[in-house]
């Protein structure tokens, strides 16, 4: 699938139907500055923390609420917080948070549907997968681009159907043709 399809609310939708999804994540979670990303920073889910790469957690709260209100966010956005103290006599604050009292790591709702898609990113049938991806996506844009099916010309459902049924049958038989060329005809002398 596309990369589009590779948001959160979309990956949770697969795994929750027991889909492996084989789609790139939408991942903006790396940093480029050379300070830790989220990546490096170990999730604990027993506890409902984040631990970092120095063992100090990073926690959603500190107490116990009884007001439901202080509750997650219901964005499907949890945010943990590391202690301003410890992030400030901790050694490796210029890699952690340079610009910023302590650390803070936002986690998703279906950040463990994300973390099965980045799993299965790393394996061998995924690199199989997106191999034959190539193949069918260069079919599709073949239709955009050189057969003109970019925007259907006839209305509907049922005429964008026939439209593009046709389309892909004179794909085809081009690619017949290829195929099994023509038989040359003998010429008279």
Known sequence: MDTAYGSGPMLGWLVDRKIEPHIPVMDKASRT???WSCADFEWDAENNQ???PEGEPLKQFR???SDPNRGPT???VAKYKALKQTCQACLSEMQCCPNADARKITREEHEDARQVARDIAKTKQYAISMRLRKKVEMLFAHLKRILGLGRPRLRGPCGANDEFLLAATAQNLRKLAKIF???QQMQKA
């Open 33 to 35: 500055d050379g300070t």
């Open 50 to 52: 984040y631990i970092c």
């Open 63 to 65: 107490r116990n609420y």
């Open 74 to 76: 219901g964005k499907g």
């Open 181 to 183: 060329p023509a038989p």
